[in-house]
């Protein structure tokens, strides 16, 4: 198996390259964001608990996104090729369940790091806004998304580059060249694994 974590800021292009990854490797894509909001317009009683948290541009509490992400894991198919999280762990608890559960599974995977400059994700978030409709894509959500990021998300490159697992690729440019780089890094990987 070959398994991916992604990070990086709101609007770094997680999502995009997450699904470049999957039709190219046949790795699974979970994205905890994407979750959370197909909760919110299931309409369940949990999707309007969460539903204010989403748009103010908050973090929704570290034991729910465990036992969310430690589902995702129990309920992977054997034929898994592997998988990447797209937006979890998003804080340095997030990061110690997430080693401890990859321990007990005796799973790996590694961290990618996908860096862009702030003014371009503004730019970005900006745009998607026009057709998202995602009630946190608007400046003032953006600008606390970018906060909380830096205070409780980018510790997490830390955590992992302590650990010898952390790689990182520049965002700024064109989809496909963003994905030139990730792709070649993970063509490495693959080939290590085997
Ligand atoms: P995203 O689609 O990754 O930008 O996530 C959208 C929103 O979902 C975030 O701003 C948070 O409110 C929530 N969210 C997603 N992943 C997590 C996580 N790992 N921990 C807490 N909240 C999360």
């Known amino acids: 198996m070959l398994n991916f974590i992604i990070t990086g800021a709101p609007g770094c292009g997680k999502g995009t390259q997450s699904q470049l990854l999957e039709q190219k490797y046949g790795l699974k894509h979970f994205s905890t964001g994407d979750a959370l909001r197909a909760e919110i317009a299931s309409g369940s009683a949990l999707g309007k608990e969460i539903d204010g948290i989403l748009a103010a541009g908050n973090l929704v509490s570290d034991d729910f996104m465990i036992k969310l992400i430690g589902n995702f894991i129990d309920t992977l198919p054997t034929s898994c090729k592997g998988f990447i999280l797209d937006g979890f762990p998003r804080t340095i608890v997030q990061a110690y369940a997430l080693t401890q559960l990859f321990e007990q599974k005796q799973i790996k995977a590694y961290l990618l790091h996908i860096m862009v400059d702030e003014p371009e994700v ?24 970018l906060k909380v990021y830096h205070e409780q998300t980018a510790p997490i490159c830390r955590y992992y580059l302590a650990r010898n697992n952390y790689f990182v ?25 085997q």
């Not at 970005?124 to 998304?145: F, P, Q, V, W």
């Not at 520049?170 to 070649?184: H, L, R």
């Open 122 to 145: 503004v730019k970005r978030i900006l745009k998607r806004g026009e057709s998202s409709g995602r009630a946190d894509d608007n400046l003032e959500s953006i600008k606390h998304r």
């Open 169 to 193: 690729v520049n965002g700024n440019f064109e989809v496909e060249e963003t994905f030139a780089q990730i792709d070649m890094l993970t063509a490495l990987l693959q080939h290590a694994e």
